[in-house]
């Protein structure tokens, strides 16, 4: 399934492209619908990265140009806009394709096709690639520097049961339950870490698959994560409706 994020202020557009995108043939997800460029900074800096993005570029309170240039976007980006007069600088944002509005059903099967398309060549081809560039690949951090009041303290990755965010300041969490500041916020470390051993289970928590005790359903639809340390109980880590089935493949994915 493919996982896609609406930027777009106009209600009455944004709940339309996010019908024909749910209506499409692709299976597509939508993660988020987001109205303007503060929302858009905001979210991605404490949120997991959609496969692709579809964006107005027009929004209520600048130019969604703005959000690109402030953060850190990996996902393939979709324009729309009224006109083609940001068609090059678009290029330069991840943009894969620009539509221009009103957009319809085959516009946006044509758009997704090409998506379809790149990403099933770039799979095709990414062991060749990944032999290619593998000397110049970063590895996953092993370590790293955090806060115990005014000491640094090199901790091993291996060693941190979570990260939690907290009136705007990350701490990581040791396997005896210790917290520790970080110097980075939840959508930082997420890039850095190793997503095979940690996962993103909501806004305010990350937590490593070593310390994961089980998890059981928490209001029908949501899951209620269980850590094998009891002095951190006080932290209830919910994972959403919508992540619920990712989370569950992951868990099961671990080697």
């Known amino acids: 399934m493919i996982s896609a994020l609406i ?42 990265m959609a496969d692709i993005i579809f964006s107005d570029i027009q929004l209520a309170d600048g130019l969604s140009f703005d959000i690109f240039k402030n953060t850190i976007i990996t ?7 009224n006109y083609d007069q940001y068609l090059v600088e678009a290029l330069e944002f991840n943009g894969i394709d620009y539509l221009l509005k009103p957009v319809d059903k085959t516009i946006l099967a044509k758009s997704l096709s090409k998506y379809t398309r790149l990403q099933n060549h770039f799979l095709n081809n990414s062991l060749a690639f990944q032999n290619l560039t593998e000397h110049l690949i970063d590895k996953k951090k092993s370590r790293m520097i955090v806060k115990k009041g005014t000491e640094n303290v ?55 698959i070593n310390f994961i005790k089980g998890y059981r359903s928490f209001e029908k639809v949501k899951l209620k994560v269980e850590l094998s340390l009891p002095e951190i109980h006080n932290h209830n880590m919910i994972v959403s409706q919508e992540s619920a089935p990712h989370f569950r493949r992951w868990v099961m994915d671990i080697k």
């Open 75 to 81: 996902a393939p980006v979709i324009f729309m806009n």
């Open 154 to 208: 090199v901790m091993k990755m291996e060693e941190i049961a979570a990260f939690y965010s907290e009136n705007r300041l990350a701490y990581a969490i040791d396997r005896f339950g210790k917290k520790f500041l970080t110097d980075k916020n939840l959508g930082e470390l997420e890039q850095e870490l190793d997503q095979s051993i940690f996962y993103r289970a909501n806004r305010k928590y990350i937590v490593n």
């Open 7 to 48: 930027i777009e202020d106009e209600i009455s557009t944004q709940v339309k492209l996010a019908d024909i995108l749910k209506e499409s043939a692709f299976q597509v997800h939508v993660q988020a619908e987001l109205g303007s460029v503060k929302d858009g900074i905001t979210y991605f800096s404490e949120n997991r």
